[in-house]
């Protein structure tokens, strides 16, 4: 946690090194960890990184296929149809980002939403990196949003908590923190952009 935020690792190179760490701790520590469960895991995680990795790359052929039949230009016409107010439009982004972040895992989400929505930011006048705070913060709400709420089951399942017991907190946060937040990183873009600007001296 510290490597994560100090911002010497990234989460999922931390993610590398602690398995790193726990196989010899597992190994010659606990002792719970031997040859033939070693092994079995090692096959567990390659069929999940198999899966996952198809489907990454069927996400990024329908994102190449967005792109190449001009679709972020028809959803753009389509929203402007409806308003052209930027605030109204950057809500129904934010809309379409938690329900996309309520349906599959932020990797997908990003691979998928990215190359349709970036250009409508960019033409709405939002920077890029102000768009990616946008994304990170619709996909964390999304993952905890019922009612498929991914990380809120697997916090379940790590914590031996049944979900109606966390719907109440969980809502509670949706409404005062996580809405809150991103309707500030929405219509605020110097909460995302001074820091940028700070490191890369831009006035």
């Known amino acids: 946690m510290g ?8 989460p999922t190179e931390a993610a590398a090194i602690g398995v790193l760490y ?36 069927t996400v990024m052929i329908l994102s190449r296929l967005y792109i190449m039949e001009d679709l972020p230009g028809t959803i753009m016409e389509f929203l402007t149809s409806i308003t052209d107010n930027p605030i109204l439009i950057l809500l129904m982004i934010n809309l379409f980002m938690i329900i996309i972040g309520m349906l599959m ?24 990196i102000q768009f990616a705070a946008i994304v990170g913060v619709n996909l964390g709400m999304a993952n905890i949003t ?12 790590l914590g031996g908590a049944r979900i109606n017991q966390m719907m109440k907190p969980t809502l509670f946060m949706i409404a005062f923190a996580w809405l809150p937040t991103l309707l500030a990183v929405t219509y605020i ?10 490191i890369l001296g831009v006035e």
């Open 3 to 10: 490597g994560i935020y100090g911002g010497i690792v990234t």
């Open 22 to 57: 726990a196989i010899p701790v597992g190994f010659f520590i606990y002792k719970g960890l031997n040859g033939r469960n070693f092994i079995r895991a090692i096959l567990e995680a390659a069929v999940t990184t198999g899966v996952i990795m198809v489907m990454l790359y």
């Open 105 to 128: 895992d932020d990797a997908s989400a990003v691979l998928l939403a990215t190359p349709i929505l970036l250009p409508l930011a960019i033409k709405l006048g939002v920077s890029p």
């Open 146 to 157: 019922p009612p498929t709420a991914p990380l809120l089951y697997l916090g379940g399942q």
């Open 189 to 198: 873009p110097e909460l995302s952009l001074w820091l940028p600007n700070l």
